[in-house]
């Protein structure tokens, strides 16, 4: 059984920094890209940032660009998410999701972890 | 970037009724459409890929079509179980979701 356990989240002063893991398991991670996705409170998903099987392409959203890092580690079956700068409107849920393939849809996503960027 | 445009925001339905949902992409994404269910506190679940493809596990009363930039998903004979929010996602180019839209009942 596939699954994705996110954890790191918390409530982060602006300006600080956090960094997410999402541990997988049930499949072999090494084969898969992988992405995080997150929603603000009462709103809609949005595309985060995606990272190729082998950790060499990473793919930001323009928002996140300069500030947020995706990486992995495939020994550890673990996925990662490094966020600097934090503004206020970064504060969501952000859930860990595998790409079927590459860069396409998601076809499995972990329960999510909230990230609070507040004073 | 590719937007994704997804109409209407929420609707109404009645148990039984056929509803429909619209996404149109601001580019040709060549039929790289999937649409997800979430609800409330939950992940998303993908039910339809590439157009029209179900999911394993996804109800025959799910169904999605479209080309080019225009895309459908419809829900015939609604039930309890389908009142959630439903987000389409273009995979064309990196990855893009609609704001979504909400089915409620009426």
């Known amino acids: 059984e596939v699954q994705l356990v996110e954890s790191g989240g918390g409530l982060v002063q602006p300006g600080r920094s956090l960094k997410l893991s999402c541990a997988a398991s049930g499949f072999t991670f090494s084969k898969y890209g992988m992405a995080w996705v997150c929603q603000a409170p009462t709103k809609g998903l949005e595309w985060v940032a995606s990272?190729?099987?082998?950790?060499?392409?990473?793919y930001y959203r323009d928002s996140v660009k300069g500030r947020f890092t995706i990486s992995r580690d495939n020994a550890k079956n673990t996925l990662y998410l490094q966020m600097d700068s934090l503004r206020s409107e970064d504060t969501a849920t952000y859930y860990c999701a595998r790409h079927r393939y590459t860069t396409d849809y998601f076809d499995y996503w972990g329960q999510g972890v909230m990230v609070t960027v507040s004073s | 970037d590719i937007q994704m445009t997804q109409s209407p925001p929420s609707l109404s339905a009645s148990l039984g009724d056929k509803v429909t949902i619209t996404c149109q992409a601001s580019q040709n994404i060549n039929k790289y459409i999937a649409w997800y269910q979430q609800k409330p506190g939950k992940a998303p679940r993908l039910l339809i890929r590439y157009t029209s493809t179900l999911e394993l596990g996804t109800p025959s009363r799910f169904s999605g079509s479209g080309s080019g930039r225009d895309y459908s998903f419809s829900i015939s004979n609604v039930e309890s179980e389908d009142i959630a929010s439903y987000y389409c996602?273009?995979?064309?180019?990196?990855?893009?979701f609609g704001a979504g839209t909400k089915v409620e009942l009426k």
């Open positions: 996602l273009q995979y064309d180019n990196l990855n893009t």
């Open positions: 990272i190729s099987s082998g950790g060499g392409n990473t």
